[in-house]
């Protein structure tokens, strides 16, 4: 039920609103022409929307409150993907099922679909090596996107000057980027977590401002144009040919690096990761390394990134360091925050949803980034966990007379 | 000779207006521990409500004292009524959880209000009217410091010295203090954390404002990109000092001001944000308490 | 009979806040020691200095490990210190949360283990090898600490004395040749704190691990005991077997104050 004090504090919500944005919302001055454009229909806007939210979002609190004490009475729904888990039927036709969408998607949709994929697809891929040092690790990492731009600029370098290929340079750019991970890891990795964040940061702007200033080494602004495809034997393709190549190259990556990360985060090496991320101090106490822990998650994280550096310099053929920003890394950290830190399928998920859904439903597109804020917000106070959280692995031993329940792979 | 006492003035603005908006970081971190990534946004709302505002009364044709006055009264109190209502909304939801969930709160807050004023606004450069006053005695020095620049470090030393006021001797800055101490403790004497949280943000909006109007009357030119900037050497100059301390803010500013304004006087101007990063990556390895800051050992 | 840990005069000082004051102390193998004081005493602060958290300002710690020489370990970091076989509990429990009872304890076999990113990438032979002997390794340990009914659970969803157990599990796990207990029976019921007696008595006869123990509950601490050390104001105020210590004055002035009759 409604009340009147609900209804009261909603008009109240909605009237503060009014007045924050108005500046901002309503008036808009157009200095060269000086006339200036009252729109009031913002104005009822924003005033019936924060009327409207404002109800959702005490609901939802409301709702995450009980949630917290139901939690706290251990009453908790296990997680979706261990639901699914549990129905070993359900989830192979679901797996099934993906697989043959995948296979079929470049020859039922145009080259342009397969280039949107494609895209997503590297992001995927980003978003999994960047969850490897925040979602496992819990290292924020907000220059992630420096190694992606060493990945792309080595492939585009070395293909410019010494003509390599696109197979030589996938390696040595996730080698390359594991060697920035190490060398940018060794004297921030002892920092703490908020320090760490705005340290990577500096680190990915001066990255960045390097490769937009130092013209000798990296063409400046103006970027490299013309890096060769990925080939194929040497056989000569067309653009639509080449586009699908590209699309189950980034498939065969994903694969991988989903093969790789979740033979990782059930190992020994992963399982210290986690064990970092939730209290580092009895970490130490327990034997476990500290900073070179920390430095094989960050320079994993960077390998991956590097990686898809070059995937991106050969997919677009052109690269330049407006490719780079700030808010590229902050896109990857939403992507990871959204599909859940720590969870394979939730950054599969978050990414999807993050690229494609701009694309396709082109109203959206022009509210791209905002929305990336928004949910990194909202995500954060409302479900932490993500859309998918992340399952704990069962493991099987000796001398437990029945059955682990549930045994098996991981998330 | 010249040419050094121009740069060392340069650098003396330039700091100026880091400290203002450094102090609204060091205030709040000192307070909630939380880097506040959304400060930089609010110095950019302030300068634009200033515009917006400084634009409409132009028009009316009020006075250009008046137009000053009233656009800095405006931006400041919107800068203000925005950190509040985001304290409210993306921070105080998050007050138990761990601290990366915060900081990454404040990021996405961060990226929404730069969109959000861009997209209610315009990407472009907008011009920024020359509020500020010309002093006729000030005229023979003009090429080594202007009107508007003499202005710019007197304001910052007085809203400094209010400030110290502020927290020193009244009820409101002790609450703060014992707050930033222990908050539970704080709590548990009375203290109502929640009001000295919001007025933290208050107050440190406000002061982001004064600084938006300042450097945006100054330069001429805002977008909706400069807070992004400007936040993070603020926040550099916050590390600087000693994060948490105020005059710490202060000294970071100018530290800061004075290495970008020689740097890229005698080295390149190209480079110029590198110079900041690259002072902020050192800070923090080296040296991150500060250069006032003390040392704290991690409880166990 | 020859120390395993010998603590020699160790100052440890914050600022100009004197925490620990020219310390001695020494555990001797197969026994159980006991450090007691009143609160604020410097009873943790003297573990985070053996332990490699804070870096004593002077003295020495000396470790002999069982078949070897007497070493230093002053200013080693804490999994160095714990590589050595010193493994400790917190006072304030600090298990991992977010991962299972089974897990926590096969974080303590890190520092036994030698798998790395490669073996775990390509899941080779070694690696899978070393991964069964550490989960039978670890449940066994469960199944000794009585948790193993909890194998599965998050750590978080257990009831404050099983976790307090969960961290003795977690430390045995890195095989010391000493542990170091916080406060273990804190917080504890009346039964839990009679079962972790005989746990902590089984610990040192079954698996020949000496044990120094922080402790308040005065039963516990009396009834396991073989020697205890007192505390107040960062010095070592008496030590001796209980009942010296129950019948020391200093001792019953620390825990009650100045007499009033005196």
């Known amino acids: 039920m409604i009340t009147f004090a609900e209804i009261k504090r909603s008009v109240l919500v909605s009237l503060w609103f009014m007045f924050l944005t108005f500046p901002i919302m309503v008036v808009r001055v157009n200095p060269i022409e000086e006339v200036i454009e009252w729109r009031w ?151 703490r977590g908020d320090y760490l964040a705005i340290v990577t940061l500096g680190f990915g702007e001066i990255i960045r401002l390097i490769l937009e200033n130092w013209n000798d080494f990296s063409f400046g602004p103006s970027g490299i144009a013309g890096i060769s495809r990925p080939g194929f034997f040497g056989i000569d393709m067309s653009l639509n040919t080449a586009t699908t190549y590209v699309y189950f190259v980034l498939i065969g990556l994903v694969i991988l690096t989903v093969f790789f990360v979740n033979r990782l985060q059930n190992s020994r090496i992963g399982r210290a990761w986690i064990a970092l991320r939730e209290d580092e101090i009895a970490c130490q106490a327990m034997g476990i390394d500290k900073t070179r822990t920390k430095l094989t998650a960050f320079a994993l994280g960077a390998t991956w990134a590097g990686m898809a550096g070059v995937v991106f310099a050969a997919k677009t053929t052109f690269i330049n360091p407006a490719s780079f920003t700030f808010l590229e890394s902050a896109i990857i950290l939403s992507i990871v925050v ?63 007379g029945e059955k682990a329940p549930n045994g098996g792979s991981g998330s | 000779m010249e040419y050094f006492i121009e740069l060392f003035l340069g650098g003396l603005t330039r700091g100026s207006i880091y400290a203002l908006i450094a102090l609204g970081y060091t205030m709040v971190y000192g307070i909630i521990e939380l880097i506040n990534f959304a400060h930089g946004e609010i110095y950019m709302i302030g300068a634009f409500t200033a515009l917006i505002v400084a634009s409409v009364l132009t028009l009316l044709g009020f006075n250009e004292l008046s137009i000053l006055v009233i656009a800095s009264l ?227 | 009979m020859e120390p395993i840990l010998d603590v020699k005069s160790m100052t440890m000082d914050f600022g100009g806040l004197r925490a620990l004051d020219r310390l001695d102390l020494d555990v001797r193998k197969g026994e159980i020691a006991a450090l007691i004081g009143p609160n604020g005493a410097g009873k943790t602060t003297f573990f985070n200095c053996i332990t490699g958290l804070y870096s004593p300002t002077q003295g020495d710690i000396l470790i002999t490990r069982p078949g070897r020489d007497p070493e230093r370990i002053n200013g080693l970091k804490p999994n160095h210190v714990t590589e050595k076989g010193l493994a400790r509990t917190f006072q304030n429990i600090r298990l991992f949360q977010n991962m299972t009872v089974l897990e926590n304890v096969m974080i303590g076999r890190h520092c036994r283990t030698r798998t790395g990113v490669a073996g775990a990438m390509l899941r080779l032979k070694s690696a899978r090898d070393e991964e069964q002997t550490v989960v039978d390794h670890s449940y066994h340990i469960l199944e000794r600490i009585g948790l193993s009914r909890f194998v599965n659970e998050l750590a978080k969803n257990l009831p404050y004395g099983a976790q307090r157990r969960l961290e003795i599990a977690r430390a045995m796990a890195t095989d010391p040749f000493l542990l170091l207990l916080d406060e273990p029976a804190a917080g504890m019921n009346p039964q839990e704190t009679r079962a972790l007696d005989d746990l902590i008595k089984k610990i040192r006869d079954e698996e020949g691990i000496s044990i120094l123990l922080i402790e308040h509950d005065m039963k516990l601490v009396m009834s396991l005991s073989d020697r205890i050390f007192v505390m107040d104001y960062g010095r070592k105020i008496a030590q001796g077997s209980p009942d010296e210590i129950k019948n020391d004055p200093k001792v019953i002035k620390a825990y009650l104050g100045e007499d009033p009759d005196a």
């Open chain 1, 41 to 191: 229909r913002n104005l009822i806007i924003i005033g019936v929307g924060s009327f409207a939210i404002s109800f959702v979002w005490r609901y939802m609190m409301e709702r995450k409150e009980a949630g917290l004490k139901r939690k706290e009475a251990g009453g908790e729904k296990p997680p979706l993907v261990k639901r699914i888990m549990d129905r070993p039927r359900l989830s192979r036709s679901i797996v099934g099922l993906v697989v043959a969408f995948v296979c079929v998607f470049p020859f039922l949709f145009s080259t342009y679909q397969v280039t949107i994929m494609s895209t997503a697809l590297i992001y995927v891929m980003l978003g999994l090596g960047l969850n490897i040092v925040i979602g496992l690790a819990g290292l924020l990492d907000l220059g992630y996107v420096a190694f992606y731009a060493v990945g792309a600029y080595s492939y585009a370098l070395l293909n410019f000057h010494f003509g390599v290929g696109f197979w030589i340079a996938l390696p040595l750019g996730g080698l390359l980027g594991a060697l920035f991970g190490i060398l940018l890891g060794f004297p921030v990795l002892r920092l």
């Open chain 2, 74 to 300: 405006c931006a400041v109190i919107w800068a203000a009524s925005y950190g509040f209502t985001i304290e409210k909304l993306a921070y105080k939801p998050l007050r138990k959880a761990p601290r990366l969930s915060a900081l990454i709160s404040a990021i996405g807050m961060s990226i929404f209000l730069q969109n959000y004023v861009l997209l209610a606004q315009t990407s472009d450069f907008l011009p920024f009217p020359a509020l500020m006053p010309e002093f006729g005695f000030l005229e023979p020095y003009a090429h080594i410091m202007s009107s508007a620049e003499v202005i710019i470090v007197l304001t910052t030393a007085l809203v400094m010295a209010a400030l110290t006021f502020l927290i020193k001797f009244t009820r409101l800055g002790k609450a703060m203090r014992a707050t930033a101490q222990d908050r539970d403790m704080a709590l548990l004497s009375g203290v109502n954390v929640n009001r000295v949280i919001s007025f933290t943000f208050i107050i440190g909006s406000a002061t982001a404002a004064i600084g938006g109007v300042l450097i945006a009357s100054h330069i001429g030119m805002i977008n909706f990109y400069i807070g992004f900037i400007a936040g993070i050497k603020a926040f550099t100059a916050a590390v600087l000092g000693g994060i948490g301390s105020v005059p710490g803010a202060v000294l970071g500013g100018m530290v800061l001001g004075w290495t970008e304004s020689f740097a890229t006087g005698y080295v390149s101007s190209d480079y110029e944000d590198v110079f900041a990063f690259t002072l902020l990556v050192l800070i923090l390895i080296f040296r991150p308490e500060g250069i006032l800051g003390r040392s704290t050992t991690q409880k166990v």
């Open chain 1, 338 to 400: 959204l599909g859940g830190m720590g969870s394979i399928p939730g950054v599969i998920l978050g990414a999807l949803v993050l690229i494609l859904l701009p694309e396709y439903l082109r109203a959206f597109s022009d509210y791209r980034m905002i929305l990336f804020g928004g949910i990194l917000v909202l995500m954060m106070v409302f479900r932490p966990q993500g859309l998918i959280s992340g399952v704990r692995r069962v493991y099987q031993f000796k001398g437990n």
